[in-house]
C-alpha cells in the first residue's frame, strides 16, 4: 500500500483539515454562492463541512480568509450544505453573541449537578457523645480525652487521632470524681447514643451528619455518589435517543427539568432509600445539562468563530460555576437549602422553548427543511443580513438529495472496532485511558474534602485551575503533540500526589498546594483524552465509539467515590492511590499512536493502519516542522488542534449523509 502523504496539522496550516463529522471526506472544493453579483464575498467550503474538530483547545478548519479562487467553472454547483448558509446569515453575529451568553447559565447548572453532593455531604472529625459528661462543665476536646480511646493510622502511618466509632465503657462519675486517666486496660464499646461533630471547618450540619451516617453507615455517602454515576449512564442513553428522536430542545428541556427534581427530592428526603433516588435522577442530568445547549449553539458559529466560543464558554462558565459553588454552600450553611437553591434555577430551562432555536442540523436530518430555514431566516433577519431567495431553495434541493443518499449507506457497527488486532490493540488501550482519566479527574475534585483545610477554599482555588489547563492546551497540545503532552500532564499528577506522602502532617497547606497542582495536570489529561478518541477512532464508527469510550468513563467513576472514602483510613490514601492511577495511566496513553500531523482515519481499514509508519519514539516535539502539502496534491485532511470532542455531536446520528462529490476549480492563490 502506497504512503498516504503527511499534512501538518496547528493554528498556523493553511492546509485543508478534515472535518471530523463528515462521513466522507472529497476533494476540496469552491463555490459561488451569488455569481450575479460583481466582486461578491465567495467562501471556500469541504463537502459536508459539519464545523470544525477538537476538545478544549480549538482551530477553525476553513480556508484562510485572504484566500481568492476563480470562480469561472463554480457556477455549475449547485450543492449546498448548513455550513455553506452561515456565512449569509452572519458567523457570529447579534443572535450568535446572544446564543453564547445563554451558555453561562447551563455551565453553572452542569456544575451545581457535578459537584453538589460535595457539600451535601461534608463530614469532619467526629466521635462518640456521652451523655453522663454534659454537666462536667468540660469542652469537646476535654470530653474526649477521657471518653474516647486514640488510634493510630496502620495505612501509611499518621499521628494517633480520636476513634469516631468507640468509646470507654467505665463509670464516668467515678472517673471525673477521682481524675483517671484513660488507659489501654479500659474496656471499650461502639457509640451509644450518637455522636459529636466538628463543624469549624464545614460550618453547617450536612446530610451525613444529620443522618449520622457514619461508623456503620458510612458506606452510604460513596453509595449515593456510586449510584449517581449510574444515573448518568441511564441518562446518556435514554436523553440520546429523545434528542435524536424528539429534537435537542425538548431533551435539553427535560434534562434540566430532571435536575431541578432531583435537587428538590434530595432538600426534602428523609431516608438513605430516597436521598439515593434522588442522586440517581440527579446522575441522568449529568453532562447533558449543559452539553445539549452547548453543541447547539456551535452548530450556529461560523467555523471561525467557533475557537473562541468553545474555548470561553467552557474556560469563563463553567470555571465561574465551579469556583461559585462552594461560596453559595458556605453562604447558605444549610444542606437542604443549598439543594433547593442549585437545583430549583434549573427549572428555568423551560425557557428555552420560546428563545432558544431548535437545531437546524437536526431538522435538516429528519427532513423538516421549511422549519430550519425558518428559524435560520430569523438569524438572518436579527443580525441584520439579507438572503438571497435562491440559497435557501439550493439548501432545500441539496438536503432532499442528500436524505435520499443517506438512506442507501451501509451502517457500520461499533463491535467493528474489536474485529482487527491493531484496531483492538488501540481501542482497548483508549478506553482504559478515558477510564483512568475520568477516575483520576472526579477523584482529585472530590478529594478537596479531605485536605486538613477550609473545603470551601481548596475547591475553589482548585476549580480555577480548569482556566490555565485550557490556556496550556491553546499553545502546546499542536507543538508537543497528544502523546506527550498526556504523559507529561498524567506524571505530573503523579508526581504532585504521591509527593504528598512525604509532607509532615502538620503541613496541611502544603499537601493541598501539591494536590491541586495535581489536579491542574489532570485537567490538562482531561481535555487531551477527550479529543483523542475522536482523532484514533475511525469516522464510520465515530459517533458510536465515543459513546463507548465515555461509558466507560462512566462506570471506572463509580469507584471514585469510594477512593475518595478512604481518608477515614488514612487522609494520605486517597492522593496515594489517584497517584498510582495516574502513573498507570501515563504509561496507557504513551502507547497509543500519536495523531498530530497524521491523516485521520476514516473507515474499518484506515484505523487498522493508523500509526503503523510511527515509532514509539516519534514524538512531533522533537521533529523538524514538516512541508505543507499543495493544494492539488492533498487527497485527505489531518489531525490539528480544533473541536474533534464536541462537533462530532453538531449532526445528528441519523444524518449520515454523502454529498455527491463537486467539482475541484483550480487556480487558487494564497
Known amino acids: 500500500?502506497?504512503?498516504?502523504?503527511?499534512?501538518?496539522?496547528?493554528?498556523?496550516?493553511?492546509?485543508?483539515?478534515?472535518?471530523?463529522?463528515?462521513?466522507?471526506?472529497?476533494?476540496?472544493?469552491?463555490?459561488?454562492?451569488?455569481?450575479?453579483?460583481?466582486?461578491?464575498k465567495v467562501r471556500i467550503q469541504t463537502p459536508n463541512n459539519e464545523g470544525t474538530t477538537g476538545s478544549r483547545a480549538h482551530q477553525h478548519t476553513d480556508f484562510p480568509a485572504h484566500a481568492v479562487c476563480n470562480l469561472s467553472s463554480a457556477q455549475d454547483d449547485e450543492t449546498m450544505d448548513f455550513d455553506d448558509v452561515l456565512p449569509f446569515i452572519g458567523e457570529f453575529g447579534t443572535y450568535q453573541i446572544i446564543l453564547f451568553f445563554l451558555t453561562a447559565p447551563f455551565c453553572f447548572f452542569m456544575a451545581f449537578v457535578v459537584f453538589s453532593q460535595v457539600f451535601v455531604t461534608l463530614i469532619d472529625v467526629h466521635t462518640c457523645h456521652v451523655p453522663q459528661l454534659n454537666d462536667s462543665g468540660l469542652n469537646l476536646t476535654q470530653k474526649r480525652e477521657i471518653s474516647i480511646p486514640l488510634v493510630t493510622q496502620t495505612v501509611l502511618g499518621g499521628p494517633p487521632t480520636f476513634d469516631s466509632c468507640m468509646m470507654y465503657d467505665v463509670d464516668y462519675e467515678l472517673v471525673l470524681n477521682e481524675g483517671l486517666q484513660p488507659n489501654e486496660t479500659w474496656p471499650t464499646i461502639p457509640c451509644q447514643n450518637g455522636w459529636d461533630y466538628d463543624l469549624e471547618q464545614i460550618r453547617y450540619h450536612s446530610a451525613i451528619t444529620e443522618n449520622n451516617w457514619v461508623c456503620d453507615k458510612a458506606g452510604h455517602a460513596p453509595l449515593a455518589q456510586a449510584v449517581f454515576f449510574l444515573g448518568s449512564i441511564?441518562?446518556?442513553?435514554?436523553?440520546?435517543?429523545?434528542?435524536?428522536?424528539?429534537?435537542?430542545?425538548?431533551?435539553?428541556?427535560?434534562?434540566?427539568?430532571?435536575?431541578?427534581?432531583a435537587g428538590i427530592t434530595t432538600a426534602v428526603s428523609n431516608s438513605f432509600e430516597?436521598?439515593?433516588?434522588?442522586?440517581?435522577?440527579?446522575?441522568?442530568?449529568?453532562?447533558?445539562?449543559?452539553?445539549l445547549m452547548y453543541i447547539l449553539v456551535l452548530e450556529y458559529v461560523g467555523p471561525s468563530y467557533r475557537t473562541m466560543v468553545a474555548n470561553l464558554s467552557i474556560a469563563l462558565f463553567y470555571t465561574a460555576g465551579t469556583t461559585l459553588l462552594p461560596w453559595i454552600a458556605w453562604g447558605i450553611s444549610d444542606w437542604r437549602m443549598f439543594s433547593l437553591a442549585t437545583s430549583i434555577p434549573m427549572t428555568l430551562a423551560v425557557t428555552a422553548y420560546w428563545i432558544v432555536p431548535e437545531s437546524a442540523r437536526w431538522l435538516l436530518s429528519q427532513g423538516q427543511t421549511d422549519r430550519a430555514i425558518s428559524i435560520l431566516r430569523t438569524f438572518a433577519r436579527i443580525n441584520k443580513k439579507r438572503v438571497d431567495e435562491n440559497v435557501y431553495e439550493k439548501l432545500k434541493a441539496s438536503n432532499a438529495e442528500a436524505m435520499q443518499a443517506s438512506a442507501q449507506e451501509p451502517a457500520a457497527s461499533v463491535l467493528d472496532l474489536l474485529r482487527t488486532p491493531r484496531l483492538r490493540r488501540n481501542t482497548i488501550l483508549l478506553t482504559v485511558f478515558w477510564a483512568l482519566i475520568a477516575l483520576v479527574y472526579d477523584g482529585h475534585a472530590r478529594n478537596t474534602a479531605n485536605l486538613g483545610l477550609s473545603v470551601f477554599l481548596t475547591f475553589s482555588v482548585a476549580s480555577v485551575t480548569e482556566l490555565p489547563a485550557d490556556l496550556v492546551l491553546v499553545f502546546f497540545l499542536d507543538r508537543w503533540g497528544r502523546r506527550a503532552l498526556a504523559f507529561g500532564s498524567l506524571m505530573g499528577a503523579a508526581a504532585f500526589s504521591l509527593a504528598t506522602l512525604a509532607v509532615p502532617s502538620d503541613e496541611a497547606v502544603l499537601t493541598a498546594v501539591l494536590a491541586i497542582i495535581g489536579r491542574f495536570c489532570v485537567n490538562i489529561t482531561f481535555n487531551i483524552g477527550l479529543q483523542y478518541g475522536a482523532e484514533l477512532i475511525p469516522t464510520a464508527v465515530r459517533a458510536q465509539g465515543i459513546a463507548y469510550v465515555h461509558t466507560a468513563g462512566y462506570?471506572?467513576?463509580?469507584?471514585?467515590?469510594?477512593?475518595?472514602?478512604l481518608a477515614r483510613f488514612s487522609p494520605l490514601l486517597p492522593l496515594t492511590i489517584l497517584g498510582l492511577l495516574a502513573l498507570i495511566g501515563a504509561f496507557v496513553g504513551i502507547m497509543l499512536p500519536e495523531t498530530l500531523g497524521s491523516v485521520l482515519p476514516e473507515t474499518i481499514e484506515d484505523g487498522e493502519n493508523f500509526g503503523k509508519d510511527q515509532s514509539f519514539w516519534d514524538f512531533p516535539c522533537c521533529k523538524k516542522p514538516k512541508k505543507i502539502v499543495p493544494l492539488s496534491e492533498r487527497r485527505r485532511p489531518v489531525s490539528t488542534r480544533g473541536e474533534i470532542y464536541r462537533s462530532n455531536m453538531l449532526v445528528p446520528r441519523p444524518s449520515r449523509v454523502q454529498q455527491p462529490p463537486r467539482p475541484h476549480h483550480q487556480s487558487c492563490r494564497f
Open 555 to 565: 462506570v471506572a467513576a463509580i469507584v471514585s467515590p469510594y477512593i475518595v472514602d
Open 234 to 261: 441511564v441518562g446518556g442513553i435514554a436523553l440520546g435517543y429523545i434528542a435524536d428522536r424528539f429534537g435537542r430542545i425538548p431533551a435539553l428541556i427535560l434534562c434540566n427539568l430532571i435536575g431541578g427534581l
Open 1 to 40: 500500500m502506497a504512503e498516504e502523504p503527511n499534512y501538518d496539522g496547528g493554528v498556523n496550516n493553511i492546509a485543508y483539515v478534515k472535518n471530523e463529522t463528515s462521513e466522507k471526506i472529497h476533494e476540496p472544493y469552491f463555490a459561488q454562492y451569488n455569481a450575479n453579483k460583481p466582486n461578491s
Open 274 to 291: 430516597l436521598f439515593a433516588f434522588s442522586r440517581f435522577l440527579m446522575g441522568i442530568a449529568f453532562d447533558n445539562s449543559f452539553t
